[in-house]
């Protein structure tokens, strides 16, 4: 049984992390596991940003085309890079217990954003995290700042930049914990939809993979997941819109908190929805029309 993967080595923690439960929820198993290393062209094409290039589906493109074709049976990803529409056939199926949805700050000059210098230099590549940012700092030279994880601890140790941000959830994956200087409140600096949570998307129908994988999907991610992906859904999310949206399951409750922002963090709309976890995907196609209808039918566009 093959998992496809990228190479990068957040990448190979999630794929040997969902090799391990698989292995351990089928204690008698009678098949082997293979993980599988595939270049995609988001990691190949280092030097823009990823909305000059084609956006988040880069990362997961030539993965796909192996998991449709039969090549590998079921791919691993960070839930926060998967575009809302998979190509037909495909699905994001299950998904692994969530780890921490907060983003971690990371500076040798400052514990906060708050405490950074006037004029100080910020390295990030997502916009959420850039608008984010100048919305509270707008004093801040906030650049684009691409690479893997370790890049990007080398270069801030080098001095490219003074600070940046990263998951906490892919640090502590990596075990890195110890280089996150603080960590941002999601109240006030939410995450992005699907942060913290590893995805399988595997081929519709394919019951046998199906019932493998039953055993090592986690609920409360999955009904956090669907709502999530149901916002990002209905805003047509993409690598050009800064969007924040966060689900928390209590229970048979389901707390959702939507922001988006225009990406000098200037202008800001912001919901809240409380509703039965059942009812996830409706909560979260409803909190993205009320902030649609709150924002306007330019806000996208806007900055587009």
């Known amino acids: 049984m093959r998992i496809g993967t990228r190479g990068s080595e957040l990448a190979l923690a999630q794929a040997h992390e969902l090799k391990a439960r698989i292995e351990a929820a089928h204690s008698t198993q009678e098949f082997q596991i293979e993980i599988v290393v595939i270049s995609t062209t988001g990691d190949r094409v280092q030097d823009r940003p990823l909305s000059e290039i084609g956006g988040k589906g880069l990362f997961t493109l030539e993965i796909e085309e192996q998991l449709l074709d039969g090549r590998i049976d079921m791919a691993v ?3 926060k890079d998967m575009p809302t529409v998979l190509p037909d056939g495909l699905e994001l199926s299950v998904f692994l217990p969530r780890e921490n949805v907060a983003d971690a700050f990371i500076s040798h000059i400052a514990g906060a954003i708050e405490t950074l210098p006037r004029g100080a230099v910020v390295g990030s590549a997502s916009l959420r995290r850039q608008a984010l940012i100048k919305r509270i700092r707008p004093d801040l030279n906030v650049i684009n700042y691409r690479g893997n994880v370790g890049t990007r601890l080398r270069k801030l140790r080098e001095g490219a930049v003074d600070a940046t941000l990263l998951a906490a959830a892919g640090l502590r994956r990596l ?3 110890e280089h996150i200087t603080s960590l941002l409140p ?8 699907g942060q913290g949570a590893i995805g399988v998307e595997t081929r519709i129908g394919d019951t046998r993979i199906g019932d493998i994988l039953a055993k090592v999907n986690h609920r409360d991610t999955a009904t956090a997941l669907a709502c999530e992906r149901a916002y990002l859904g209905v805003l047509d999310g993409s690598c050009r819109t800064p969007i924040a949206g966060l689900a928390t399951i209590l229970e048979d409750k389901l707390d959702f908190h939507g922001l988006i922002l225009s990406p000098d963090g200037c202008e800001t709309h912001e919901i809240r929805i409380v509703g039965e976890s059942s009812e996830a995907v409706a909560i979260g196609v409803e909190a993205a029309g009320r902030l649609r209808a709150a924002a306007g039918a330019d806000f996208f566009s806007d900055w587009t």
């Open 77 to 79: 990803h960070s839930s």
């Open 186 to 193: 999601v109240d006030s600096f939410p995450p992005a939809p």
């Open 175 to 177: 075990g890195l914990g």
